[in-house]
């Protein structure tokens, strides 16, 4: 594909190898604010997915990206142009969408070769373009059949190849595996991310699923009510998330309210726990304490630092892991999660009602601000 | 391609979506609003065509004829409803609600009505009850001739209208509520009362004001069976054509403006409900086997099925009669057109050409005006205002869509009075009556097609209408069958409009009927309601085999 033959190594990019930039883009529905001001630079030869529950304005900015639905204010820029005001097809992209919209009435290679017949090139060129993209997406020998005679993960194979064919220099997936079964999803997720390697073009995929866009992203932009909340690698996004809200999307969290006392402490309850240094935060503050709950160790001895007595209440079994609920004592006890791998399980038969003590590391405790309304959580 | 001629190339169909939807919106506004205006104004001026305010209004109530036919509209119609609904309710409920064999067939015998002139059944109330009647005795000294022959025949006329929508209402029943009636050990007659008439009373509500409309707005059957009776479309018909007072015409084409009006905007209400009543959970109802319900129920269905064949085969029967009662032998005399009507069998050919021009013409427009409104970005306000007037003409009765042609078209000002009595009025004047039931077919069809289409080929910069012409249509086929056919028979068999539009040359066989009804060829009169049932029994029965055809043929891929 001439587009993508540039494909930059690992290293980091220089910001003005910017692909597609986002400035102040903004999109209202009547009252209704579905985007915030967002900013956002995408780099070429990338894969990003906008993370977010629904409504949180990621199809939304995709499609403005598309030109599908216009922006309310701000720009877009493709390669240093700006392309706000161009109409869809001025804008050099491919859609894959969930529901698939392949025209039923037309057979795989004629759906395929659906944009490339408009290009008025020769037949024999059409013919072998789409037998390369079929093959491709491993569809080789399916030219003849209609979409309705595929199943689910073979249309979605087949939309992909059509949104390719007319070798767009930006591929935008809107929720492109949402509609298929669990097992065809994951294979098909590994498919997507080979052949986007492989091609080396900038791709932009909606999802709400935290795992696919792990599994998935190079850089990950999670998303809510109509704001950026973090933009970073699938690591960064689940090690280090700005927001108590990034932290509670992306993989699961338990939150602790508490009140900031010294240079690195905070009064939850009856308990102080030592945190990593918290810049930001006036001693007095109401802050959010966040952990992870496989970041919670059980160890013998009490003495030490952040390490807690506590009761489990409840053993929930999860395959290779299982999450227990644990209990403080006293008079407005903890409640925390904690993830105990199987073979730990094993080993200790943990069981409800019994005692532990539980370490809660001061590296894994991540401090917010505490939010207006804290949900009521685990 | 370079991005500044895509630029032009997308430029250009935004410029060709907003240049059709203008055209369309200008076709729309010269074919429904207009002549719809027209009305209006000529209603609050006088023959020489200065305002005067309400004067008409107020001569109209002044004169006591023109008040009794009101009232006597009024009540007619209210009594058709009162029959017809719960007849109709138990014979849908039979179709929906009960295991009664030959459903299917009850169904379409049920539909035969639609496939006649209104006056059809008039015709034959005229065989069996009127002066020459086998059963005169039965109305025991009582006219035929009059409001008891208005009301049977529009029973006959509106029951299709209102079993289709009974049958639609009880279809949406969610299967789960009878079954947790059940488990709850509920009676039958409670289960009905508490379950199945709610279920349906906006269908109940929606069938009640269609036949009040339909009743009150149609002209053919009190035309033939009214006699001295006068309702407010045979006086419009008379201010018109026999007095030439085209003001009090036009205050008799508001007043009937008034319920249908007033039914459109109760029927939008009621779908609005029926949609949010029946959750996407739902599951359908399937009845149990109960042979006696089912037994009392085929029973009521034969009767009721019987009664509408013999209006129908009553017609027909008469039209192949040589003297009704006296001499029964069997004879084509009556199909000798020319005998009885100066157009002779001209007339049939004329019906024949302006269904056909309506069909093509009318399939046309609607389905890409559809698409248009439907699919394309451009111009949101052109877009609703399009949809508006594809929406008006639902709340127009032919009759008063009639008259605002004939003030429109037959105005000295306007240069297009040239056509006015000529093929091209009366197909523009039957496509506008009938838009909005084709316009609905269309839109839903549309709606069921991926919204996506559209987006992929922008992506693609393949324009909306090459993806119009190579996805939406071919799959569409079979809803453009549908509003084809639609407008054919209707074109056939609809009298009210093009009664006042028709010229020398183009006369209509609907109106032949009328005509020849009038000079007392009663016979010749049935002999072509017959031609044109059978035409347009035979159109759908074609459209029945041709939907087979395109689904084997062209539909390939709707099978897996």
């Not at chain 2, 018909?237 to 403006?257: D, H, P, R, S, T």
């Not at chain 2, 086997?289 to 009664?307: P, Q, T, Y």
């Not at chain 2, 639902?394 to 009595?421: D, E, Q, R, S, T």
Request: glycine share 8%; net charge positive.
């Amino acid at each position: 594909m001439p587009n993508h033959a540039a494909m930059t190594s690992e290293a980091p990019r220089a910001p003005e190898r910017s692909f597609l930039s986002i400035r102040s883009l903004t999109k209202s529905f009547g009252q209704f604010q579905a985007l915030k001001s967002i900013d956002l630079e995408i780099r070429e030869g990338e894969f990003v997915c906008f993370l977010g529950p629904s409504g949180c304005g990621k199809t939304t900015l995709l499609r403005a990206i598309a030109g599908l639905d216009r922006q309310s204010s701000g720009n877009i820029s493709l390669r240093g142009k700006d392309v706000s005001n161009a109409p869809p097809s001025a804008r050099d992209f491919g859609i894959v969408f969930q529901s698939y919209a392949l025209f039923p009435n037309l057979t795989v290679a004629d759906n395929v070769g659906y944009g490339l017949v408009n290009q008025k090139k020769p037949r024999e060129v059409i013919a072998a373009r789409i037998s390369e993209l079929l093959a491709l997406v491993g569809l080789p020998d399916q030219a003849g059949k209609y979409p309705a005679q595929l199943s689910g993960g073979q249309q979605q194979r087949v939309a992909l190849a059509r949104a390719l064919a007319t070798s767009p220099g930006l591929l935008l997936l809107d929720e492109p595996l949402s509609a298929l079964d669990a097992r065809v999803r994951l294979r098909l997720r590994e498919e997507i991310r080979a052949l986007q390697r492989r091609l080396g073009v900038t791709t932009i995929m909606v999802t709400h699923d935290q795992e696919e866009a792990l599994s998935m992203a190079e850089r990950i932009v999670v998303m809510n009510h109509g704001v950026i909340e973090q933009v970073g690698t699938p690591e960064e996004v689940y090690a280090r998330p700005k927001t108590a809200f990034v932290a509670d999307f992306v993989g699961r969290m338990t939150f602790l309210s508490g009140v900031r006392e010294g240079q690195a402490l905070v009064r939850v309850g009856d308990q102080a726990l030592r945190v990593a240094d918290a810049p930001g935060f006036a001693p007095g503050e109401k802050v959010e304490i966040g952990l992870r709950p496989e970041a919670v160790r059980f160890t013998e001895s009490a003495a030490g630092e952040n390490r807690l007595a506590m009761r489990i209440t409840d053993l929930e079994y999860l395959g290779s892991f299982v999450r227990a609920k644990l209990q403080g004592e006293g008079a407005s006890p903890l409640i925390l999660l904690a993830d105990l791998p199987f073979n730990v399980m094993q080993d200790r038969a943990y069981e409800p009602g019994q005692a532990v003590i539980a370490e809660l590391p001061a590296s894994a405790l991540r401090i917010f601000p505490a939010r207006p309304f804290f949900p009521a959580r685990p | 391609m370079s991005a500044n001629s895509a630029f032009l190339t997308r430029d250009r169909e935004a410029w060709v979506a907003t240049a059709l939807l203008a055209g369309l919106a200008f076709v729309l506004v010269l074919l429904i609003a207009v002549p719809l205006w027209s009305l209006l104004s000529k209603s609050v001026q006088n023959s020489n065509g200065q305002f005067v305010g309400l004067a008409n209004f107020a001569r109209y109530i002044a004169t006591p004829a023109l008040v009794v036919s009101l009232w006597n509209s009024i009540w007619v119609s209210g009594l058709v409803a009162l029959i017809v609904v719960p007849l109709a309710f138990l014979y849908a409920y039979a179709l929906t609600r009960s295991r009664m064999p030959g459903r299917g067939l009850f169904m379409a015998v049920a539909m035969t009505p639609l496939f006649a002139p209104s006056l059809l059944s008039a015709i034959s109330l005229i065989y069996i009850f009127g002066n020459q009647g086998f059963l005169k005795s039965w109305l025991f000294g009582a006219s035929i001739y009059g409001p008891v022959g208005i009301v049977l025949a529009e029973a006959v006329y509106c029951f299709p209208h209102a079993l289709m929508i009974l049958v639609t209402a009880l279809r949406l029943a969610d299967g789960r509520l009878y079954e947790v009636a059940e488990a709850l050990d509920t009676s039958k007659s409670r289960v009905f009362f508490t379950v199945t008439l709610p279920g349906a009373r906006y269908g109940l509500i929606s069938a009640i004001f269609v036949v009040f409309t339909l009743v009150i707005t149609d002209f053919g059957i009190p035309k033939v069976i009214g006699g001295q009776f006068n309702v407010l479309a045979t006086d419009a018909y008379k201010q018109i054509v026999g007095q030439q007072n085209f003001e009090m015409g036009a205050v008799v084409g508001l007043i009937l403006l008034l319920p249908a009006i007033f039914a459109f905007l109760v029927d939008r209400q009621v779908q609005k409900k029926q949609v949010a009543l029946l959750s996407a959970r739902a599951v359908p109802y399937e009845p149990k086997a109960n042979a006696r319900r089912d037994f009392i129920l085929l029973a009521f269905c034969l009767v009721i099925g019987g009664l509408l064949i013999g209006m129908l085969g009553t017609a027909i029967w008469a039209s192949f009669i040589r003297y009704w009662p006296y001499n029964l032998t069997f004879t084509l005399n009556n199909y000798n057109f020319a005998n009885f009507d100066p157009q002779g069998w001209g007339a049939y050919l004329t019906s024949l050409k302006m269904a056909g021009l309506t069909a093509i013409f009318g399939t046309a427009i609607v389905f890409t005006g559809a698409y248009l409104v439907e699919k394309t970005k451009p111009a949101p306000a052109l877009r609703g205002f399009v949809h508006f007037l594809a929406m008006l003409p639902m709340a127009v009765p032919g009759l008063v869509l009639g008259l605002g042609y004939v003030f429109f078209v037959n105005a000295p000002w306007n240069p297009l009075n040239i056509f006015y009595g000529t093929l091209t009025v009366l197909v523009a004047n039957t496509v506008a009556h009938f838009y909005t039931v084709a316009h609905i077919t269309a839109v839903t069809q549309l709606k069921q097609i991926d919204a996506e289409f559209e987006s992929v080929s922008a992506s693609l910069k393949v324009p909306f209408w090459m993806t119009f012409r190579r996805v939406t249509l071919p799959i569409s086929t079979p809803a453009v069958l549908d509003i084809a056919v639609y407008l054919f028979v209707n074109a056939l068999t609809t009298v009210s409009a093009v009664i006042f539009l028709y010229g020398p040359t183009t006369k209509l066989a609907s109106i032949a009927i009328v005509h020849m009804d009038e000079m007392g060829a009663v016979a010749a009169a049935a002999a072509m309601a017959t031609c044109i049932v059978f035409t347009a029994m035979a159109v759908k029965l074609l459209h029945l085999a041709l939907d087979r055809l395109v689904f084997a043929r062209y539909q390939a891929w709707r099978k897996r």
